[in-house]
């Protein structure tokens, strides 16, 4: 069975760095002497009660971390934390129930980026700057951050990133798994901190930087504005965000091999990172010249929202410079296209992502030539590895249960009275974790506020199954999980 008390000792270790958090932002409230002081302070000393609770409980526990154990671990985590980080959103009383306040809050730790707050802007620095870090802290993983400050705090972190990492497929770095968590949040943050430079040389304000920085290299999408970068009217804030939502759609560990270790050449010949790129640029050029030809746009503002969408909808990141409700139509099916497939795995990106796109194109292939070469062994390769049939099997599964799932949260929707695009299009923006949607009635510019309460729970769980990869979740409810052998 799960070792509930090894549980309980990390939970309790994790709660202690989400208060240190919460803290953090106190600090900032009194720096801006905003009335959100107080909800800090309470929702800091409830979490560090709460975590001093699970530690005396737990006080005995050992440190044998099963792989059952990791995945209930992963699963709970994400969960309990965003059931803490709605605190501050409860207590100032900027979001007035339980369900919206969960919704915001577990929306920013998978980076989906939906939002049912109608007007951002009246919410103090703090909770801006609180969201911004939810979206942050999410983007890699939660106890992956945490075996990256602390690897003594988590037994097994091997079995705990198997859990939590995205994609099919591992590279590794180092034979410390804690190691490589370091290196990997070193690019993490050095990516961050660069995005923000960039933003403030293009002329955004220090607080605007710092939380579109956050917001951009999760592939998150919250902002601190209504209109996300559209209020700024700069094209070279559009610039930027492009440059660094691409870079952060890019597998870290490939992207840590290439800068650090010189390894370029492995980065551009990388099956994965060259279908990555070629989905933008087929997408960006079709994009641009449908808005030239029916929207009447000059081809550098036709290039440059084409290559802004085309780049915030394959990452699943959300920020949007123009309204695309009122671009054509064969725009939408596109960018849903690329919203599906996502971009690398290993990145902070949602999706199916483009290395099980290529695993599933290169199944069909082989069943395609078997028709007329039936003992012809025909084995899938990646950048020249064979890959198992073990995961060739967990590849149709996980793809299998993802269109399972949308299907079944698209029929929900439709019963509930929601029309069936906006029904597809809400379901596929919260399992691949890209938050606004395409067409005008959940439009990339307007809340989901409007949703029933019942409808947003069932997207909170689209959500965090989404980023977990279903698997790590779903697995939860399996009677095989839950017996003794």
């Known amino acids: ?34 009335d959100d002081l107080m909800s800090f302070l309470v929702s800091t000393l409830f979490t560090v009660s709460c975590g001093f609770v699970l530690r005396y409980f737990s006080r005995d526990a050992n440190n044998s971390l099963s792989r059952r154990d990791a995945y209930f671990l992963v699963a709970t985590t994400w969960a309990v934390f965003s059931l ?13 129930n339980v369900t919206d306040a969960y919704f915001e809050t577990i929306s920013g730790f998978t980076t989906t980026g939906a939002t049912i707050i109608d007007d951002v802007e009246r919410l103090p620095h703090a909770l801006l700057f609180w969201r911004s870090l939810t979206q942050w802290i999410g983007g890699l993983g939660i106890v992956f951050f945490t075996i990256a400050i602390l690897p003594s705090m988590v037994g097994g972190s091997v079995k705990v990133f198997a859990a939590e990492a995205t994609g099919p497929m591992r590279t590794k770095m180092h034979p410390r798994l804690s190691t490589s968590a370091k290196w990997i949040w070193s690019v993490y943050t050095v990516l961050t901190i660069a995005c923000g430079v960039s933003y403030y040389a293009a002329g955004m304000g220090w607080f605007d930087c710092a939380n579109y920085a956050m917001s951009t290299t999760a592939t998150g999408g919250f902002s601190t504005h209504n209109d996300s970068t559209s209020f700024f009217h700069s094209a070279t804030i559009d610039y ?19 800068l650090f270790k010189f390894r370029l ?19 960006t050029l079709c994009i641009g010249w449908l808005l030239v030809t029916h929207n009447g746009y000059d081809i550098e503002r036709a290039l440059r929202a084409a ?39 290993g990145s ?24 007329l070469h039936p003992n012809a062994v025909l084995p899938v390769k990646i950048n020249g590895q064979p890959v198992s049939s073990s995961r060739l099997l967990t590849l149709l599964s996980f793809t299998t249960i993802f269109m399972l799932m949308l299907f079944l949260s698209t029929g929900i929707m439709i019963l509930s009275g929601i029309d069936v695009i906006n029904a597809i299009v809400i379901g596929l923006s919260c399992v691949s974790n890209v938050g606004p949607s395409l067409t005008t009635g959940i439009g990339p510019s307007m809340s989901w506020s409007e949703l029933a309460d019942p409808l947003k729970w069932l997207l909170s769980f689209l959500m965090l199954v989404g980023r977990l990869e279903i698997m790590t979740v779903l697995v939860l409810f399996t009677r095989a999980f839950w017996k003794d052998n």
């Open 348 to 371: 902070t990106t949602g999706g199916l992502k483009c290395i099980r796109a290529i695993m599933l194109f290169k199944v069909l292939r082989n069943e395609f030539r078997r028709i």
């Open 240 to 258: 930027v965000a492009i440059l660094f939502q691409f870079l952060a759609g890019i597998n870290f560990t490939l992207f840590y091999l290439a």
């Open 265 to 283: 050449r492995d980065l551009m010949r990388n099956s994965e990172f060259k279908l990555y790129i070629s989905l933008i640029v087929m997408a």
């Open 84 to 96: 803490f980080g709605m605190l501050p959103f409860l207590i100032g009383g900027h979001i007035d």
């Open 1 to 34: 069975m799960v070792n509930f008390r090894l549980i309980y000792k990390i939970l309790g270790s994790l709660l202690f760095m989400l208060g240190t958090l919460m803290l953090g932002c106190g600090v900032m409230a009194l720096c801006y002497k905003e």
């Open 307 to 345: 290559l802004f969408q085309t780049v915030s909808f394959i990452t699943t990141t959300g920020l949007f410079n123009e309204d695309v409700s009122l671009w054509p139509q064969l725009t939408w099916m596109i960018l849903a296209l690329l919203t599906f497939i996502g971009a690398c795995s």
